[in-house]
């Protein structure tokens, strides 16, 4: 399949084809460059683009910045750069990278929101895909693991997933457009570069030379069940789940012990990424499982601010604050008017 109708199927595939508009996550890097060049080339709706400076490798992610602004130029794209300073923004126990993600995220989402856009895109392609596999089983993750980066969540879809990173470097070279290498991409001090640059050579040169190809064939595979699981669980988590303010999210209870093991821990993992918190490890999913199944009142921190709380009334995703509230509440008033969350 060509270069052409690859791209088009997996516009079609992940549905923004015929869509009004798309704003592009711009990094400057390979990928993102030649995925709008192939959005400006295949697709017919308004088009924009999206960059965050930060702040980072001395100096070097403003010289991005402003190459990303002389090429939107030269294409006549919108483009809205923002600068941040990821070290000095980041949250209390968040990673440089952590922050940085959800720093461009929060961006890519204004901008759209603004230019009333109705798709993010961004980068990633199918070398990420195989990498982030390997992540996520170190990590411990489950079968969602095994699909490494879905092609679509929401608002967010994947362009290129179908291309590898050498075959954007191609298209870019034979149409003689400029891009920014990166040079921490060739350091191995992050996991991800570790996995990139010395894990997946070594697997293809001593094990397998088709190695990336069987991991994709896997991603495919294990995205097919994912999303007839996500179905099957989504139906179980509207039924459990109710409104109860403060909490971000909230479930009955009564009823949990019926739900199957595989099914509770996968409504566990949906609910976080509604959330927009960080993927449990499997080893943590099954301890936050189990306390479901042994009851009485108990907190399990998630992530950052946010604790899950457990009654006999219900289970909750709380901030921490409001746990604070309920903590001081409770010196001042009898057991039978604490909150839900605390009886």
């Given at each position: 399949?060509?270069?052409?109708?690859?791209?088009?199927?997996?516009?079609?595939?992940?549905?923004?084809?015929?869509?009004?508009?798309?704003?592009?996550?711009?990094?400057?890097?390979?990928?993102?460059?030649?995925?709008?060049?192939?959005?400006?080339?295949?697709?017919?709706?308004?088009?924009?683009?999206?960059?965050?400076?930060?702040?980072?490798?001395?100096?070097?992610?403003?010289?991005?910045?402003?190459?990303?602004?002389?090429?939107?130029?030269?294409?006549?794209?919108?483009?809205?750069?923002?600068?941040v300073d990821v070290h000095n923004m980041r949250e209390k126990g968040e990673s440089f990278e952590m922050a940085g993600r959800r720093a461009r995220y929060e961006h890519f989402s204004e901008t759209?929101?603004?230019?009333?856009?109705?798709?993010?895109?961004?980068?990633?392609?199918?070398?990420?895909?195989?990498?982030?596999?390997?992540?996520?089983?170190?990590?411990?993750?489950?079968?969602?693991?095994?699909?490494?980066?879905?092609?679509?969540?929401?608002?967010?879809?994947?362009?290129?997933?179908?291309?590898?990173?050498?075959?954007?470097?191609?298209?870019?070279?034979?149409?003689?457009?400029?891009?920014?290498?990166?040079?921490?991409?060739?350091?191995?001090?992050?996991?991800?570069?570790?996995?990139?640059?010395?894990?997946?050579?070594?697997?293809?040169?001593?094990?397998?030379?088709?190695?990336?190809?069987?991991?994709?064939?896997?991603?495919?595979?294990?995205?097919?069940?994912?999303?007839?699981?996500?179905?099957?669980?989504?139906?179980?988590?509207?039924?459990?789940?109710?409104?109860?303010?403060?909490?971000?999210?909230?479930?009955?209870?009564?009823?949990?012990?019926?739900?199957?093991?595989?099914?509770?821990?996968?409504?566990?993992?949906?609910?976080?990424?509604?959330?927009?918190?960080?993927?449990?490890?499997?080893?943590?999913?099954?301890?936050l499982k189990n306390l479901i199944r042994r009851g009485g009142c108990w907190r399990f921190q998630w992530a950052r601010d946010i604790e899950v709380c457990y009654s006999e009334r219900g289970v909750?995703?709380?901030?921490?604050?409001?746990?604070?509230?309920?903590?001081?509440?409770?010196?001042?008033?009898?057991?039978?008017?604490?909150?839900?969350?605390?009886?």
């Open positions: 399949m060509d270069c052409r109708k690859r791209f088009l199927a997996a516009a079609s595939r992940q549905g923004w084809l015929e869509s009004g508009g798309i704003l592009c996550a711009l990094s400057g890097g390979g990928d993102s460059v030649a995925m709008l060049w192939l959005v400006r080339k295949y697709f017919k709706g308004r088009i924009a683009a999206a960059h965050l400076d930060h702040c980072t490798r001395a100096g070097e992610s403003h010289r991005d910045a402003a190459f990303v602004r002389e090429l939107c130029e030269s294409w006549g794209v919108e483009c809205a750069v923002k600068v759209a929101e603004r230019l009333k856009l109705p798709f993010i895109a961004v980068g990633h392609n199918a070398d990420d895909v195989v990498e982030t596999q390997l992540m996520n089983l170190a990590r411990g993750a489950g079968l969602a693991g095994l699909r490494g980066i879905p092609e679509r969540r929401g608002n967010i879809v994947r362009p290129v997933i179908d291309f590898s990173r050498g075959e954007l470097r191609g298209i870019l070279r034979e149409n003689g457009v400029p891009w920014r290498d990166d040079a921490t991409n060739d350091e191995s001090e992050y996991m991800r570069n570790k996995v990139r640059n010395i894990l997946i050579p070594w697997i293809s040169e001593n094990l397998n030379s088709g190695f990336k190809n069987v991991m994709l064939g896997l991603s495919k595979q294990a995205a097919a069940e994912v999303e007839a699981r996500e179905r099957e669980c989504g139906e179980a988590l509207r039924r459990v789940a109710f409104e109860q303010p403060p909490a971000l999210a909230a479930w009955r209870s009564r009823g949990l012990g019926d739900i199957s093991d595989l099914t509770l821990a996968e409504m566990l993992r949906m609910q976080g990424a509604e959330l927009g918190l960080p993927a449990l490890s499997r080893a943590r999913t099954e301890e909750g995703w709380l901030r921490r604050a409001d746990i604070a509230a309920k903590n001081k509440f409770m010196k001042n008033n009898d057991k039978n008017s604490l909150p839900w969350w605390a009886r």
